[in-house]
């Protein structure tokens, strides 16, 4: 054995006994929203949806009258590293009607992501950076029945899970043995499937529509692997992480046949992860869409957070779409631009772009 691997073990066994979790817990997190609901400011717990499909309020689909597949994606630029010059976790659903007024629903949708960087002192002799990258992802399964012509259920389970990669590295801060700086471990702390139930409701008429849906805290597993890099010794430990439920509750009009209004209000519990504490809090949406004609429509909305993990943020958003071949397929846009301050009181600002394709079985053909 080598005088550096003596080295090596001695600090190790002085520092890396306890897996150190990042300072910004799972990372800046989204809210699970398509491109046309984010075009109207985050609305769609309230409003029927025939091509997408809404985590929020999965009842939502129970109007859909073909099968079909929705992908969507996410581009950001602003200032959360984590987000910057970068595309999201893509977006995928598909929706399967069967007789009854039974609808099969899936999605999986990106949920947080983490970039940030931590440097403390480790020993007399040493500093340890830290680098943290990864995330977490959610989806759902399950199925909406309508019972009416004006109200559906829906009933399904929705997990989350993911991993996030730190690395480690020592530098030497005083002089000791002459060595180099050196990666010492590498952390990978896997989020196993944490499941929970999710139950909607949808009341929709011509003229109005009203939802609400509801989470259950959901359990799951972190392991946190860990690789010495320099050497061939690995270790490993096991907990459980909890994510709290979450409520959403919508409303929406339609004055005129071509003009639609709506409100969300989305608010969930205190989350407490690899000891990162994040406030409840609520997110109050408003929005509208207009259907202009031949298969166009415009979008527009307004969203406020209250708490949660951006307290104060203000989120301005505009959208369109376009069907055609009377609804077999479409394509919507949708741009936003949102504004806070930090916990340091730093003005923080970001801009999002969503676009996303459709298509229904009745693209086929058939």
């Given amino acids: 054995m080598t005088l550096l691997s003596c080295i090596v073990f001695v600090i190790t066994g002085i520092y890396s006994v ?12 989204i809210l699970p929203l398509n491109t046309r609901s984010f075009g109207m400011g985050g609305v769609c717990t309230g409003v029927p949806d025939n091509t997408g499909f809404s985590l929020l309020n999965p009842a939502a689909s129970a109007w859909t009258l073909a099968g079909g597949i929705y992908l969507g994606g996410r581009y950001s630029e602003g200032d959360v590293k984590a987000w910057d010059n970068q595309l999201d976790f893509p977006t995928m659903s598909a929706s399967l009607p ?11 949708d990106g949920r947080s992501r983490i970039d940030s960087e931590f440097q403390t002192i480790v020993s007399d002799d040493y500093t340890g950076d830290f680098s943290w990258t990864g995330g977490l992802a959610e989806a759902y399964t399950g199925f909406s029945i309508r019972t009416s012509d004006w109200l559906a259920f829906s009933v399904g389970g929705r997990c989350s899970f993911g991993n996030i990669l730190s690395d480690v590295t020592l530098t030497q801060t005083a002089l000791i043995t002459p060595t180099s700086d050196s990666s010492v471990y590498r952390d990978d702390a896997r989020f196993r499937m944490a499941w929970g139930g999710v139950l909607g409701i949808l009341v929709n008429t011509d003229r109005f529509g009203l939802g609400f849906s509801i989470s259950t805290d959901r359990k799951g597993t972190l392991e946190v692997n860990r690789d010495f890099l320099t050497t061939s010794d690995a270790d490993s430990s096991s907990s459980i992480y909890s994510l709290p439920g979450e409520l959403s509750v919508g409303i929406s009009f339609r004055p005129i046949e071509r003009l639609l209004i709506g409100a969300d209000i989305y608010s969930r519990k205190v989350m407490n992860i690899l000891g990162i504490k994040t406030d409840p809090g609520n997110v109050y949406s408003v929005g509208a869409e207009i259907y202009a004609g031949n298969g166009v429509s415009f979008r527009s909305g307004f969203s406020y957070m209250d708490g949660l993990w951006r307290d104060g943020a203000e989120t301005f958003t505009t959208g369109a ?8 397929a479409g394509v919507d846009f949708a741009a936003g ?26 693209w086929l053909g058939r």
């Fill in 18 to 29: 306890d897996y150190l979790p990042p300072p910004d817990g799972i990372g800046s997190e």
């Fill in 98 to 108: 069967l007789p009854g007024g039974i609808v099969l629903s899936g999605a999986i």
């Fill in 321 to 328: 779409g376009y069907s055609f071949n009377e609804g077999r």
């Fill in 337 to 362: 631009y949102q504004y806070w301050r930090d916990v340091q009181d730093h003005f923080r600002e970001e801009t999002v772009l969503s676009i996303s394709l459709w298509a229904t079985e009745k």
